[in-house]
């Protein structure tokens, strides 16, 4: 199984909402990722996963809290997001966060977030 | 400095080769990658080259390193309707992937 799979595949939020996204891998991965991507640009790192621990975090602001359960799992807690928050959420997985094994990263198909 | 440079858009008929281009300057990357996002997709590694190679050929994909100029290329050969997507190359300087702006590729039939 080489597959990273997101839920839901849409939501749309009011800006007092709480909602969370979810992430699944089962390749035995040690590092998982949360990305945000705007329309025609590139995905940026919001935050890293590695053995379970947050080891990075790209100065995302506290509206979005991420929270790893187990070595599989990855969820994206959100609360009083912005309109400007709307993009498409990617998650993805590798065997480490070191050498090569950091650049070759599984994608999910992500989950369109619009806050209304 | 962490910056990964491409041209947006590269229209090719079916058929041709295709070759994008993307310019790094962090020589202290070890390894360079080939991301592709269908519309509607997550990102898909092609393919990825490790610093001290010149070239690797990975079917219709070729990939050309210089390393001097830092400058890697992806060639397309036979470019199908089906290789229509975002082409997004990378580099691991501190462990995280750093995009480029990623090249469209738009394939006429």
């Known amino acids: 199984d080489t597959e990273v799979t997101q839920t839901p595949k849409h939501l749309v939020m009011g800006m007092t909402n709480k909602k969370s996204l979810k992430c699944e891998q089962h390749m035995g991965h040690r590092a998982m990722y949360w990305y945000k991507q705007k329309a025609k640009k590139p995905p940026e790192l919001m935050f890293v996963?590695?053995?379970?621990?947050?080891?990075i975090n790209e100065s995302v602001p506290s509206r979005f809290s991420p929270e790893c359960p187990n070595s599989s799992l990855l969820n994206l807690h959100l609360h009083a997001l912005q309109p400007e928050d709307s993009a498409l959420y990617l998650c993805?997985?590798?065997?480490?966060?070191?050498?090569?094994?950091?650049?070759?990263?599984?994608f999910g198909p992500g989950t369109r977030l619009t806050v209304l | 400095g962490e910056d990964v440079e491409q041209s947006l858009f590269l229209s090719v008929r079916e058929g041709d080769s295709s070759v994008i281009n993307c310019t790094y300057t962090d020589s202290s990357s070890t390894y360079l990658y080939w991301y592709k996002q269908e519309p509607g997709a997550g990102l898909q590694l092609l393919t990825y080259i490790f610093s001290n190679m010149d070239m690797k050929q990975d079917q219709r994909l070729t990939v050309l390193l210089n390393k001097k100029d830092k400058h890697l290329s992806l060639r397309i050969a036979d470019t199908q309707t089906g290789d229509s997507a975002i082409y997004f190359c990378a580099e691991t300087p501190s462990g995280k992937l750093i995009f480029g702006q990623g090249t469209t590729l738009q394939v006429k039939p």
């Open positions: 993805a997985s590798s065997q480490v966060t070191e050498g090569q094994g950091a650049g070759e990263q599984f």
């Open positions: 996963y590695s053995y379970e621990k947050l080891s």
